[in-house]
Nanobody
Framework: VQLQASGGGLVQAGDSLRLSCAAS????????AAWFRQAPGKEREIVAR?????????VYEDSVKGRFTIGRDNAKDTVYLQMNNLKPDDTAVYYC??????????????WGQGTQVTVSS
């Protein structure tokens, strides 16, 4: 399984960005897709996660609730992260991952390369 993330960039506060993560194959036993981010000097933290299958219930980190939306296109094996009303604190390298679920990065064995998101004030 390989994950390819794209869509980062430099934007101003209040702008929007849409990140995409294309999977070449979906791991049968790791049915949760997630977006993490890591800012300089900080630990990697989960932003949002969603099940590939079933109802696709999404879970969000508190600071992004109401601003970010995670979605999936199962036909394309692609997961999206729509980010609205971006804030400077959202500046980080964003990673997509596939794993068992939860918030701990160690539970996600499959990772895409990071994509930089920079939000200026």
């Amino acid at each position: 399984v390989q994950l390819q993330a794209s869509g980062g960039g430099l934007v101003q506060a209040g702008d929007s960005l849409r990140l995409s993560c294309a999977a070449s194959g979906r791991p049968a036993s790791h049915r949760v897709a997630a977006w993490f981010r890591q800012a300089p000097g900080k630990e990697r933290e989960i932003v949002a996660r969603i099940n590939w299958e079933n109802s696709g219930i999404a879970v969000y980190e508190d600071s992004v609730k109401g601003r970010f939306t995670i979605g999936r296109d199962n036909a394309k094996d692609t997961v999206y992260l729509q980010m609205n009303n971006l804030k400077p604190d959202d500046t980080a390298v964003y990673y997509c991952a596939a794993g068992l679920g939860g918030t701990n990065p160690v539970l996600y064995p499959y990772w895409g390369q990071g994509t930089q998101v920079t939000v200026s004030s």
